[in-house]
């Protein structure tokens, strides 16, 4: 697999190190590991735990944290290397503890990002992230979680969903509302990010069963009466938005990157099968109409990983990558649920079975395309953005 | 629901009361049941036995053994209906029991049908269909298990594999080969078709644990010297192949019924959420990005509707219908998959979640892409016969 998608001439020597080094610690996580995982739905920490002894879980932050000081690049690799070895749980069950925690670092305080940061590096502390809400769906603004300061403790009442996660969690990025939409020039004003404990006496967490990734809980989050201390509020009330979009853009790169790494390994196991079974007296990779369309895939992916990696390069170098990354996440996700639904088609009857992997990875790479924003609404923002075409809704 | 696909033009008044009649029956067995179903795996007995009580499972026998006498198109009007409601769970339920043991009605002796046909009808015996094989795949007619002549049994040896309902099946459809592929003119020759029991002291039946229907089992069987007496020999010895093709093509008329019942189930719900849904002050339904690609399925669902019935007309006219078929049950397999595949992203993060039941759809609209038959296979078929191109392998 290591030639079909040779990064030699993508990425530097360091780089590919790190490629290796992440390599040889997903080795001991095999097809088998992840397989278990998603038949009893037990989280991988043993996983998770082993890339946090590694340092991982700080690729990008700072030196003084605990962390390596490296960019969205590094992250990227981090997330597609472990993609290839165990698919969406493997990603999720690290990914959020890497660009989760960016505001913390951008508009925390020192004492927040020393109290913060060193633990999530550790993963003595597990982020989990409450931003989606059911009733408000992509439209983030209209979110209806409050949290209402008295004195210097804010009471936060609401709800989220697709908390992933939460099972298992320590502490949540939360956002809500401090101020009451009616009340503000613009519905992106008057929104609040909170970097708090989870607290199980007054958060309801109700895991969701869902189509695939069962070993990475997803959930809906009731909040009743919740109290926050001031000191866990992130940078300025009422920014909270603004705060969040930095985090939006190393999102799509890295949940591209990890897509990216589902699809690859989908794609080697569907050209080793291909190879190996015959019928009708050849390797039915001999035929045009089983091996172009891996072909195929083959060359969509390159494509997406390349967005990807200039997506990421621009942004480490503080340049804008809006459209580059919201292009590379639709790219590489809609490459990835292709790639892995003809990895199924290639193998037959036995893409079927759970036995040989392709199919979980296909109900893995669903999760890619739908979260966290759909293609339509890529789409218009590209639409608007880029090709300057008025707001269609 | 019967507005979006409502079939008054297709189907006869008649054919429109047997429609009903399994709608009256589908009624009790709702989203929950199927959902419970695909949770706990277990066998839709009560949903089977209560059609087979309403003489569905007779739909095709001769009404002298307590059947209705009608044609495969009425058995695909069961088929699409069943499908409608539960997926291809329900389809499964049911379909195998007609198009399996089809060849008795058409090639079985007098004394063949009376010892089998009322058992079928009464679904006391349940039928499983055993012609598939590990190494051969596709490759049927170099099927390996073989039955040796013994006095007056045949003693046979081999394996099956994606057996559907071997766990509780008491009968089984065997295509197995009498004369030694060396020993014939042509690859079709020397293959023999029994109806047999199962007889589980001599077929071990091993459960394959798969992407999607766990309600309905599929397996591996091992049979070793299984005595198969000369009576459940179905017509001439050596001519299996030519009576199995009673069975293939109205297979595939079926799984092609079945797949666009499961299709129209994916779009009437991804319509309906679509209507529901409001995000961003609108229904998501407005948007032409989410409206246009289930419109679209509904077109191809409704072609595919029409040349699944264009096929059983011939057939149930006896007249050639082998490209028909086929290509009836690639059209329908692919439109149902993508069909389910927008279903999902119309519900957003909602799609992932089982308990809105779409991702269940998408994981079982996978079979009928790669069973009975895979696309390639199909289209190869088409070419070869049709398009009269030279064979390709």
Not at chain 1, 197 to 210: G, P
Not at chain 1, 337 to 353: L, P
Not at chain 2, 20 to 33: H, M, N, T, W
Not at chain 2, 326 to 351: P, Q
Request: glycine share 8%; net charge negative.
């Amino acid at each position: 697999m290591a030639d079909m998608f040779s990064m030699e001439g993508i990425l530097t020597p360091e780089q590919l190190d790190i490629r290796e080094a992440v390599q040889k610690i997903c080795a001991d996580f095999d097809d088998a590991y992840w397989l278990a995982r998603d038949n009893d739905g037990k989280f991988p920490h043993d996983f998770g735990d082993a890339l946090a002894a590694g340092g991982w879980l700080g690729v990008t932050m700072p030196e003084e944290y605990g962390g390596s000081n490296l960019g969205i690049t590094e992250a990227a690799v981090l997330a597609m290397t472990v993609g290839e070895a165990g698919a969406a749980a493997a990603i999720s069950t690290t990914i959020h503890a890497v660009f989760g925690p960016n505001p913390v670092l951008r508009f925390g305080t020192e004492e927040q990002r020393k109290r913060i940061l060193p633990r999530i590096i550790s993963r003595e502390d597990k982020p989990c992230f409450g931003v989606t809400e059911p009733d408000a769906g992509l439209d983030t603004t209209r979110i209806r979680t409050f949290a209402r300061k008295e004195g210097d403790t804010y009471i936060v009442n609401g709800k989220k969903i697709w908390t992933s996660t939460a099972q298992i969690a320590t502490k949540i990025m939360l956002l809500a509302r401090t101020t009451p939409i009616e009340e503000t020039k613009r519905p992106i004003d008057g929104l609040s990010i909170f970097f708090t404990d989870v607290n199980r006496d007054h958060m309801e967490i109700r895991e969701i069963a869902k189509m695939g990734r069962k070993a990475v809980d997803s959930n809906q989050v009731f909040f009743d009466n919740m109290p926050v201390p001031a000191a866990d509020l992130i940078g300025e009330e009422g920014r909270g938005f603004y705060q969040l979009l930095h985090s939006l853009n190393p999102e799509r790169i890295l949940v591209a990157a990890g897509a990216i790494g589902i699809a690859r390994t989908a794609l080697a196991k569907a050209v080793q099968y291909a190879k190996d079974r015959v019928v009708f007296d050849r390797p039915i990779g001999k035929n045009q109409a089983i091996q172009h369309p891996l072909a195929e895939c083959w060359a969509e992916l390159e494509a997406a990983t390349l967005m990807t990696f200039k997506a990421a390069e621009l942004y480490d170098k503080d340049l804008p990558c809006g459209p580059m990354a919201n292009a590379a996440k639709y790219l590489a996700a809609e490459a990835a649920f292709k790639t892995c639904t003809q990895a199924v088609m290639t193998h037959g009857g036995m893409g079927y079975a759970k036995e040989f992997h392709v199919e979980r990875l296909l109900r893995e790479a669903t999760i890619l395309r739908i979260g966290p924003v759909t293609p339509p609404l890529m789409l218009s923002h590209i639409a608007e953005k880029v090709l300057g075409l008025p707001k269609s809704y | 629901m019967s507005d979006i696909f409502s079939m008054e033009n297709i189907l006869t008044p008649e054919q429109m009361e047997i429609r009903e009649g399994v709608q009256k029956i589908c009624e009790k067995y709702d989203d929950a049941y199927w959902l419970a179903r695909d949770t706990d795996g277990k066998f839709p007995h009560d949903f089977g036995q209560e059609l087979a009580d309403a003489g569905y499972f007779g739909i095709t026998q001769p009404a002298e053994y307590g059947g209705s006498d009608l044609g495969i198109t009425e058995a695909a009007i069961l088929a699409m209906t069943v499908a409608e409601c539960g997926g291809m769970a329900a389809v499964s339920t049911t379909i195998h029991a007609i198009f399996g043991p089809n060849p008795i009605r058409v090639f079985g002796t007098e004394e063949q049908k009376a010892r089998w046909i009322p058992g079928l009808v009464s679904r006391e015996l349940k039928p499983c269909f055993g012609v598939t094989e590990p190494n051969t795949g596709l490759d049927t007619t170099n099927l390996k298990t073989r039955a040796e002549k013994k006095g007056d049994k045949y003693i046979v040896n081999g394996q099956k594999i994606w057996t559907s309902t071997a766990q509780i099946a008491n009968k089984i459809m065997l295509i197995v080969r009498t004369t030694p592929k060396e020993q014939t003119k042509r690859p079709v020759d020397g293959l023999s078709l029994f109806f047999t029991d199962l007889n589980r002291d001599h077929i071990e039946v091993r459960r394959i644990p798969k992407m999607g229907r766990k309600a309905v089992d599929s397996n591996q069987l091992f049979i070793d010297n299984l005595p198969v007496p000369e009576e459940d020999r179905i017509g001439e010895e050596g001519k299996g192949f030519y009576y199995l093709l009673h069975s293939l093509n109205p297979e595939r008329i079926l799984a092609g019924a079945g797949t666009v019942g499961i299709g129209r189930a994916a779009i009437r719900k991804a319509a309906q959420y679509a209507k529901e849904r409001i995000v961003f002050d609108r229904p998501i339904g407005m948007n032409q990005a989410i409206q246009h690609p289930l419109a679209d399925s509904w077109a191809k669902l409704e072609a595919a509707s029409l040349m699944t019935f264009q096929a059983s007309k011939l057939y149930d006219e006896d007249k050639p219908c082998g490209h028909l078929a086929n290509a009836a049950k690639y059209l329908g397999a692919e439109a149902a998959f993508e069909a389910s595949t927008r279903a999902i992203m119309t519900h957003g993060g909602m799609g992932y979640a089982k308990e809105f039941h779409v991702e269940r759809y998408f994981r079982e609209a996978m079979i009928p892409r790669l069973a009975p038959i895979s696309p390639q296979l199909v289209l190869s078929y088409i070419a070869e016969r049709v398009l009269g191109l030279p064979k390709s392998y």
